[in-house]
């Protein structure tokens, strides 16, 4: 498939929830789902995993700082970032999309 092609299917496809499956072995041979948020001639950008909302819109008046209103620690442990995966195109061996 020339990269061209690839390109323009997968720009159509901006906006909603797709797998990549990479040319890779172990894990990441078996496919990244997320929200293809870019796509570009070098990789494309996928949202794997949504962080949470701010726990205090209102400023720093909560609860003390560093935790939510259920006193729990909002750091990488337990993934409150959220995450993106960026995968050159040139190691995508195949995406999968919804058909509508």
Not at 1 to 14: A, G, K, Q, V
Not at 26 to 52: D, Q, R
Not at 56 to 68: E, K, R, T, V
Request: charged residues 5%; glycine residues 12%; hydrophobic residues 30%.
């Amino acid at each position: 498939m020339n990269d061209s092609y690839l390109l323009d299917s997968l720009t159509r496809y901006i906006g909603q929830t797709v797998t990549i499956f990479t040319t890779s072995g172990g894990c990441s041979g078996s496919g990244f789902t997320g929200i293809l948020a870019s796509v570009n001639e070098n990789y494309v950008k996928l949202i794997t995993n949504i962080g949470a909302a701010p726990s205090c819109p209102l400023g720093s008046s909560c609860s003390g700082y560093g935790y939510n209103y259920n006193n729990q620690n909002y750091c990488c442990g337990n993934n409150w970032l959220g995450s993106v995966t960026e995968i050159p195109l040139c190691k995508i061996a195949s995406f999968t999309h919804n058909a509508i």
